[in-house]
């Protein structure tokens, strides 16, 4: 359910209906952002967001559309929607100028967590990308799968020596904090699967949950999270924000602890 502080008429349709590739050709663009209010004991599962932040230096922004993140959108520029559960979720806001040029911004929230929406990104306090990948045994996996858990996301590969001597130490972590909800994921970027399966079960990795599908696809995720040389491992806390980001071996309990 959603509520909204302004409505729009035929022009706001219409403005919807416009194909999004058609703001390139417009002489200005808007700039999407928004906020979101503070959860509500009384209210538990109802979050307001407000996108008058946004802004356009070139025209009027007349059309605010919503995707909140669970399947549902709404329109108006200040607008409540009722979440069926609590948890995490991307809000996007797409935004249509008077010359029919569009712009979007997305943002993590946790519905009953503070009032602060985490851009996504690669950095420290951003939220994590979100991708899919086939484990070593193909089936699909999510880093979405792991909400509620703190992530040890972990880009390595079998032909790394550095990424092989890190390793344990990031087993090491797992194994100290792992009734505290730890989980260790890897991204292998190896040229096909069988090198590291064959070195996970030789050393014994048996709670590590390799990510691989093809060298393509792990090379997607590679950059998709802005890594360049290798190993590389984020911390990503429970509702899916960046917590660390660097070489493992300089990862210690005290960057860990916090989140747990």
Not at 170 to 175: G, I, N, Q, S
Not at 232 to 250: A, K, L, Q, T
Request: glycine share 12%; charged share 20%; proline share 6%.
């Amino acid at each position: 359910m959603s509520r909204s502080r302004r409505g729009f008429g035929a022009l706001g349709l219409l403005v919807t209906g416009l194909s999004i590739g058609f703001s390139f050709l417009a002489s200005g663009s808007p700039v999407a952002s928004f906020t979101r209010s503070e959860p509500s004991p009384a209210a538990a599962l109802e979050v307001w967001f407000d996108g008058t932040a946004s802004q356009d230096p070139d025209g009027r922004i007349l059309l605010y559309e919503w995707d909140f993140g669970d399947g549902t959108g709404g329109l108006g520029a200040i607008i409540s929607h009722l979440y069926a559960a609590d948890g995490s979720y991307v809000v996007r806001l797409t935004v249509a100028n008077d010359r029919a040029a569009t712009a979007s911004w997305s943002g993590l929230i946790h519905v009953s967590g503070p009032a602060e929406v985490f851009p996504i990104g690669t950095g420290v306090g951003q939220a994590a990308p979100e991708f899919e990948l086939p484990d070593l045994n193909g089936t699909p996996v999510r880093i979405t799968d792991f909400r509620g858990k703190v992530v040890l996301l972990s880009f390595w590969a079998t032909w790394c020596p550095p990424c092989k001597e890190t390793l344990p130490l990031l087993d090491a972590l797992r194994a100290r904090y792992e009734d505290q909800g730890v989980a260790l994921v890897g991204v292998t970027t190896d040229l096909a699967a069988e090198p590291a399966i064959e070195f996970l079960k030789t050393n014994g990795y048996t709670h590590l949950v390799g990510l691989w599908g093809s060298l393509d696809s792990a090379r997607a995720v590679q950059a998709l999270y802005e890594v360049g040389g290798l190993p590389r491992v984020f911390v990503i806390d429970r509702i899916g924000v960046i917590r660390y980001s660097g070489r493992p071996e300089n990862l210690t309990d005290a960057d860990l602890e916090p989140w747990l």
